[in-house]
Every structure is written in C-alpha cells, then in structure tokens.
C-alpha cells in the first residue's frame, strides 16, 4: 500500500499541531467555513469541530464553536439545527442533517464529560431526544434513520444514507438518552451495511432506497464522498468484522503503488478521474490496516485540500487515539 504516506512522529504529536492548522484555516468567530462551497457552514462541519475541540482539550474552541452554532442553527421548533447557513443569507435552509445533529448531541456529551459543565449535558440530551423523536421509522429491515426530518420519505421508500450510522456517536448516546432505539438503529445500520453490497466490488454506495425489503444504490451510484466514511465508523464504534470491512480492503488494496480514485460506480465499475484526497486516504489506511490498527500509516495532513478531507484526516486520527484508550 504505498500511496500511504506514513508519519514520523508519535499520532498525539501530529494530532495537536494539525488541530492548530485547522483552527486558523477554516474556523472564524465560531464559524466553521467550508470553503468548497461557497463559504457556507453546515452542521456537519460544526459537529466535527466540536468533537476535535473536545479531543484536543480546547475548551476555548469549543465554547464558540457551540455558542454559534447554538444561535445560528438550532432555529427549529424542536431541538434539531438548520443544516445549512450562508454568510449572505443566513440559515438558507432549515432542514436538519441527521449526521450533523448526531455529532453535536455526541460532542456535547463528551465535553460534559470531560470538562464537567452541566449546560453541556442538558444540551446533549435534547439533541438526542429529538433525533429519536424526529428521524427515527419503523421498516422491514429496523429501526433506520432518516437523513432529515424533511425530503426523505416516499409513499413507496425511503432514501438512506449509511454514513450517517455513525456508530460511536450511537454507543455514547445510548448511555447518555438510554432507550431501546438506540440498539435498534445500531442492529439495523449493520443490516442494512451487508446488504448494501453492489457490483464487481460488492461496495456501498453514497445513498440508497428502502423499498420494502429491497435495498437499491441511487443517486449514480456511487461509492465516494458520503459511503467512504462508513468503515471508519464501524472500525470507531468497534462494529467492525473482518467479513464487513473485506470490500473496503479489496477495493483500496487493489490500488498499491498508486493513488485509489475518489469514487466508483458501485453498478458498472466506472472510476472518478481525480484521485481521492488525503481524507479519503487515510480512511483507506485505517481499512487496510484493520485489524492491525497499530500498523496504520496515514497520508500528511494538508489543510489545502479543503475542509472536507481535512477533516477525515482528523477524524481518522481521533478514532486511532480512542481505540488505543
């Protein structure tokens, strides 16, 4: 696997100082500032930077990282937030994004945790209560979760996305909201995780329909930007088997000596001409590694490729140093 660049340096060490890169590339006031899009800040981008602040002991961060977030986006009449909010309009769509929602109940609890501050606490409970009263259905296959409370629901399917399963954040909320739900949606992510398998590389793909029982790739049928986060989940949330991570390491392994593509057509094997980003690489690092995580090698963080694969080498590295706790 030598696309992989790997490190010189103990992971906390590198950790720390590309959690200061990040800071002063793409977070402002609060804000955290997706630059490939505009400018625009979403819930994901917020819930991520919450969760690194809170790993990196940065109460400071984490402080105006929430109270932006809190005024900003948590707008709604429940406690979810507007995903989306553009510097020259505002909140330009109020629709919550079940996998931001996810990350910031999950970093609240953590910073509880850690700093022992009870408003942090009462947040993260809400946050988690209202995901289950909100995004939560009944199917064929369990309890799933609904990419937003609006949009994803038809009278003949429903629209999924699997990397919104994000299985540490599910284990840490069952303890912090308990409920039935939540082993449920944990039962139901792997489920829908082994079926989802699709094509030469037997892959998921970025989004999928439930119909009945039957599970379809949609949306071009791809295998990139979204679904790429699904084995560092399971790997993260200890979700993870040998059979479940085996497509992710027979795609990304058939690609030593050179650089994986960013994306594959689960159905026909068509490849993205642009390679995958150091984000994606070191989510590809991880599988290959599995189980052996100790022998990860990941690519150089490199803030100029943008907010998004930034913060998958982050993230990366945050579930490298909790499994090692």
């Known amino acids: 696997?030598?696309?992989?660049?790997?490190?010189?340096?103990?992971?906390?060490?590198?950790?720390?100082?590309?959690?200061?890169?990040?800071k002063s590339a793409f977070i402002k006031n609060g804000r955290v500032i997706d630059k490939g899009q505009n400018g625009i800040s979403h819930t994901e981008g917020q819930g991520m930077a919450l969760?690194?602040?809170?790993?990196?002991?940065?109460?400071?961060?984490?402080?105006?990282?929430?109270?932006?977030?809190?005024?900003?986006?948590?707008?709604?009449d429940d406690k979810l937030f507007a995903w989306s909010w553009s510097p020259?309009?505002?909140?330009?769509?109020?629709?919550n994004a079940s996998d931001g929602d996810l990350f910031i109940a999950w970093a609240l609890s953590r910073a509880y945790t850690r700093w022992n501050e009870p408003s942090y606490l009462f947040a993260g409970i809400q946050v988690s209560q209202s995901i289950r009263a909100k995004l939560l259905r009944k199917t064929t296959k369990g309890t799933v979760l609904l990419p937003g409370a609006n949009g994803f629901e038809k009278p003949e399917f429903l629209k999924l996305n699997l990397s919104y399963w994000i299985f540490p954040a599910i284990n840490e909320l069952s303890i912090l909201d308990p409920a039935p739900e939540w082993?449920?949606?944990?039962?139901?992510?792997?489920?829908?995780?082994?079926?989802?398998?699709?094509?030469?590389?037997?892959?998921?793909?970025?989004?999928?329909?439930?119909?009945?029982?039957?599970?379809?790739?949609?949306?071009?049928?791809?295998?990139?930007?979204?679904?790429?986060?699904?084995p560092l989940y399971l790997i993260w949330g200890?979700?993870?088997?040998?059979?479940?991570?085996?497509?992710?390491?027979?795609?990304?392994?058939?690609?030593?000596?050179?650089?994986?593509?960013?994306?594959?057509?689960v159905s026909n094997g068509e490849t993205a001409t642009y390679n995958a980003s150091e984000g994606f690489q070191s989510i590809a690092a991880m599988a290959l590694a599995y189980p052996a995580l100790d022998s990860t090698l990941l690519p150089s963080f490199n803030p100029s490729q943008g907010y998004y694969s930034s913060m998958l080498s982050l993230f990366t590295q945050m579930a490298l140093e909790d499994l090692k706790k």
Do not use: C, H
Not at 1 to 22: E, K, R, V
């Open 1 to 22: 696997m030598s696309f992989i660049l790997a490190l010189t340096a103990p992971l906390t060490a590198f950790a720390q100082d590309d959690w200061i890169q990040f």
């Open 51 to 76: 969760l690194l602040a809170v790993q990196n002991n940065d109460p400071e961060t984490f402080s105006q990282v929430w109270n932006w977030t809190k005024s900003k986006l948590q707008v709604r």
């Open 88 to 95: 020259q309009t505002g909140v330009n769509d109020s629709n």
């Open 183 to 230: 082993e449920e949606l944990r039962v139901s992510g792997l489920r829908l995780i082994e079926e989802a398998r699709f094509g030469k590389w037997q892959l998921p793909s970025d989004w999928i329909t439930l119909e009945g029982e039957k599970v379809t790739p949609v949306d071009g049928d791809q295998f990139g930007y979204d679904a790429v986060r699904i």
């Open 238 to 265: 200890q979700q993870a088997t040998p059979s479940s991570i085996k497509p992710f390491q027979n795609f990304w392994g058939s690609y030593a000596g050179k650089s994986p593509p960013a994306w594959v057509n």
